[in-house]
């Protein structure tokens, strides 16, 4: 994956789990970093400073992605800031709550779309003109497995959010092919992330752990490589619409 040497990459929610380990990810291998968070400035600092360490050029932008306008000026300052952007991975996302349907009203329903799909949305539409520019681009979404078995008990809307994610992301592929753009996603299983805290009981994580052939949650870091595949020209050049699984053996295609 030498190519992705020197490629300016905004990964949104990096600041902890999938999105910081991607992060550090793609600065090992000469990336230029734009690390992004909302409300965790200092540690997404932290995570820029570890990219710094392996002497690639790393910045810290603060955006709510659930707010279309704070999503259009972080690609306007990423761009500012770099010059380009060759790779978008939007992994910004939560659970945010376990709710059934009929305990779920309209302010948490909204919630749960917007900062999961409708940031997604939001951000391939601000960066889609910057690629075209170039004639090239990568974006890599995050999905989820839940996207398949509409998740576990009370994270249904999540997981529908997430079902939006995989197949927008085959349409935005075959819209953008002709420019030069891969679009594909990652799908993880159940991984051992901040995103579980105060959502997820133990008990339930422990059921979790126990459907998993390999009998363990996922790391994030294992997630990565995945994602700088999809992002690799390199290795992936004919790759486009797909969704990789990474969740231990769970779901199998």
């Keep these: 994956m030498k190519d992705l040497s020197n490629k300016v990459v905004l990964v ?47 910045d810290v932008f603060q955006a709510d992605v659930a707010d279309t306008a704070a999503v259009q000026r972080l690609a306007a300052d990423v761009q500012a800031r770099f010059g380009r952007i060759d790779v978008v991975v939007n992994n910004a996302g939560s659970i945010v709550q376990r709710a059934l349907l009929a305990e779920a009203d309209d302010a948490l329903i909204e919630r749960i779309f917007r900062l999961n799909a409708g940031s ?3 951000l391939n539409r601000a960066v889609i003109p910057l690629m075209r520019a170039q004639k090239s681009g990568a ?19 999540y997981a529908s959010t997430k079902a939006y994610i995989s197949t927008y992301t085959r349409a935005l592929a075959k819209e953008l092919v002709a420019d030069g753009i891969r679009v594909n996603a990652v799908a993880p299983g159940v991984i051992d992330t901040p995103i579980h805290d105060g959502i997820t009981s133990p008990e339930l994580l422990a059921q979790l752990r126990e459907s998993v052939p390999m ?5 994030a870091d294992e997630c990565a490589g995945a994602v700088l595949f999809l992002a690799s020209e390199e ?15 769970q779901i199998m295609p």
């Design 12 to 58: 949104t929610g990096s600041s902890s789990g999938i999105g910081a380990a991607v992060a550090l990810a793609f600065a090992r291998w000469g990336a230029r970093v734009a690390v992004h968070c909302n409300a965790r400035k200092a540690q997404a600092v932290e995570i820029a400073e570890q990219c710094r360490g392996y002497g690639v050029d790393a």
């Design 215 to 219: 009998k363990r949650l996922g790391r």
């Design 235 to 249: 290795l992936a050049s004919y790759v486009t619409g797909q969704i990789i699984e990474v969740n231990g053996g």
């Design 120 to 122: 997604m949305l939001a």
């Design 139 to 157: 974006i890599v979404n995050m999905t989820s497995q839940a996207a398949r078995t509409g998740g576990s008990n009370g994270s249904g809307l």
